[in-house]
C-alpha cells in the first residue's frame, strides 16, 4: 500500500478528539462544522490536514469515498 492509501484509510477510521462532535467519524462531521474550520483555520498537525481533506472531499461530494474504505478495510495500525 502507498503512503496516500494508508492516510485515506487512517482517515476513515479518525475521530474528532474534542469539541462539540468529540467522538464522532471526522467524514460524519457536519459540513457547516468543516466550512467554519476553513475560514478560521484548521488545527495544526496530522488533525489540521485530515479536516483539510475532510473539507474537500465534502466540498466534491466525495464522502462515501471515505465510508467505504471504512468498511473495506477494519481498524488497523498502520
Do not use: C
Not at 488533525?47 to 467505504?68: A, C, D, F, T, W
Amino acid at each position: 500500500m502507498n503512503q496516500d492509501q494508508i492516510k485515506l484509510i487512517q482517515l476513515a477510521h479518525t475521530k474528532m478528539p474534542f469539541g462539540k462532535y468529540e467522538g464522532r467519524f471526522l467524514i460524519d462531521l457536519p459540513e457547516y462544522y468543516v466550512v467554519w474550520y476553513s475560514n478560521k483555520g484548521f488545527p495544526k498537525g496530522t488533525l489540521g490536514e485530515q479536516m483539510q481533506l475532510v473539507y474537500e472531499l465534502k466540498l466534491n461530494g466525495l464522502e462515501e469515498l471515505i465510508r467505504n474504505i471504512k468498511r473495506q478495510y477494519p481498524k488497523q495500525d498502520f
